[in-house]
């Protein structure tokens, strides 16, 4: 049974008192039979949006999308969307849909929802109006199209992808004929905004184990460039990587990292920017890709075991666009656990590192340990405060320019300089040891 949240309840009883027909839809019905805590509450009812305007009040109203017929109403510090029972047209722009029509009947403004699961209304007076039998298929654990599939899928693409989405989000299994409408008419997904797909391809990451309802037949026509026909070893390879991660909303990122891996740190990027993704997730992905990924592949093999991490101290006032420690197998000798960290810590936020680590060992869970060993040490190293950049010294330019170094680029080096000599040891982060340090560097 379902129990309407409390403002839910309250805007519902008002709506009835008016004399209009309303009903909690969608999510919040499915999300309560479930036995899940709903994150929001939508709500559909017989009357305009100017007669929920005049109900509630201007002040307790946000005029949402009134063509749409959708109001939000403000109830107890929540926000509930309102919306006028309609039917719509295609989606011929592949944003919005070309007409919508409002109806006087619920089961009409059912009949334009995407999946039967998602069909369903509610309200105490009534009890479920569930003309689809959703709650079947949701005993079923199986997501099917609301009509008939092909149908569904061609007035608005996008809904292939949500098709996935839920499916994968609760692990349900999907309808034979919806899936075989959802691969046919993937190439119809091409006229669908990028904002939409970046959205949906976002939520089905965000699912607990999205591997297996990555369909390569979709994923080739929004990510074409991934090849997932034509390669679909490494395809299924990909998935099961992801698979691995674990299912937080911090890891989405590193997730979507584990997806274009194979295109590299630049094709990565491109791939993003295709997707309209905003600019914090992009250089937060590409960063992801440049540490842990794949694209030269040979770090993590150790075929670059070689090659010191420990870089050349005076590097001028940029960190070098190499790569810093990820790249190589942690606790290899030329270095320690604790100066991996804090060379990470000295160019990434820990937030950016935790999902590095959790992508290295996805891809590589023969190592999981060591990296769950670098990640724990950056966690405890960020709890202490530790010194990991030149804003952490316990000297500034200033402090070296007053005991007698030169201003110019030559002071960037020296703090650079001694930043090195902080991180592995050689050096206190206090103030005499520092100065001492420096006008040896610049005595030199
Ligand atoms: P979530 O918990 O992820 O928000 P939700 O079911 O509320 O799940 P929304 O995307 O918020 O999903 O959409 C709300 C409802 O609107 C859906 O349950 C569905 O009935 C309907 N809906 C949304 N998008 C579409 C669409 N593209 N085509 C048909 N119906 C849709
Ligand atoms: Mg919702």
């Known amino acids: ?35 899940l805590a709903p ?38 510090g929540r926000l509930y969307e309102t919306t006028t029972f309609r039917t719509e047209g295609a989606y011929s722009d592949g944003r919005h849909p070309d007409a919508v029509c409002f109806v006087p009947d619920v089961r009409e403004d059912l009949a334009r929802r995407d999946f039967t699961i998602n069909a369903m209304a509610y309200s105490a007076e009534e009890g479920l109006i569930d003309p689809f039998v959703g709650r ?13 599939p092909e149908r569904r899928f061609e007035e608005d693409a996008l809904r292939i992808l949500r098709l996935y989405r839920f499916a994968a989000r609760f692990g349900f299994a999907i309808d034979p004929a919806t899936g075989a409408a959802a691969r046919a008419l993937g190439p119809h997904l091409d006229c669908v905004s990028a904002e939409r797909i970046q959205e949906e391809l976002l939520k089905l990451l965000a699912a607990p184990r999205p591997g297996s309802y990555l369909e390569p037949a979709v994923l080739a026509v929004i990510l074409p460039e991934l090849e997932p026909e034509k390669q679909p070893e490494r395809f299924a390879e990909l998935c099961r990587t992801i698979d691995r991660i674990e299912p937080t909303a911090e890891n989405v990122p590193a997730r979507l990292a584990a997806l274009l891996c194979p295109l590299g ?13 905003s600019n914090a997730l992009t250089d937060e992905v590409t960063a992801l890709e440049r540490e842990a990924g794949g694209g030269a592949g040979s770090f993590l093999l150790g075929h670059e075991s070689g090659h010191s991490i420990a870089r050349p101290i005076a590097c001028g ?30 160019r990434y936020e820990l937030p950016t590192i935790q999902r590095m680590t959790a992508l290295c060992s996805a891809r590589h869970p023969e190592q999981a340990v060591a990296f769950a060993a670098l990640r724990a040490e950056a966690e405890q190293l960020t709890a202490e405060n530790a010194c990991c950049r030149v804003s952490q010294l316990a000297v500034n330019g200033r402090d070296l320019m007053a005991a007698g170094v030169r201003p110019g680029p030559g002071l960037r080096q020296v703090l650079n300089a001694l930043l090195e000599a902080v991180i592995t040891g050689q050096t206190p982060n206090e103030k005499d040891a520092l100065l001492a340090a420096a006008a040896q560097f610049s005595a030199s």
């Open 136 to 148: 079947d298929d949701l005993a079923a654990h199986l997501v099917r199209a609301v009509g008939e």
């Open 265 to 277: 740190e630049a094709g990565a990027r491109k791939a993003l920017r295709k997707l309209k993704c």
């Open 317 to 346: 006032n940029r960190v070098p666009p190499q790569r810093t420690v990820l790249g190589e197998t942690p606790g290899t000798p030329n270095t320690t656990l604790t100066v991996q960290a804090k060379r990470l810590l000295g």
């Open 39 to 76: 994150h929001d509450w939508d709500l559909c009812t017989s009357a305009r949006p100017e007669q929920v305007m005049a109900l509630f009040g201007e002040e307790k109203c946000i005029p949402t999308g009134l063509q749409h017929g959708t109001v939000t109403v403000k109830q107890g």
């Open 1 to 35: 049974t379902i129990k309407l949240d409390p403002g839910a309840a309250l805007l519902l009883d008002a709506l009835h008192g008016a004399g209009h027909a309303a009903y909690a839809v969608g999510g919040c019905v499915r999300d309560s039979l479930l036995g």
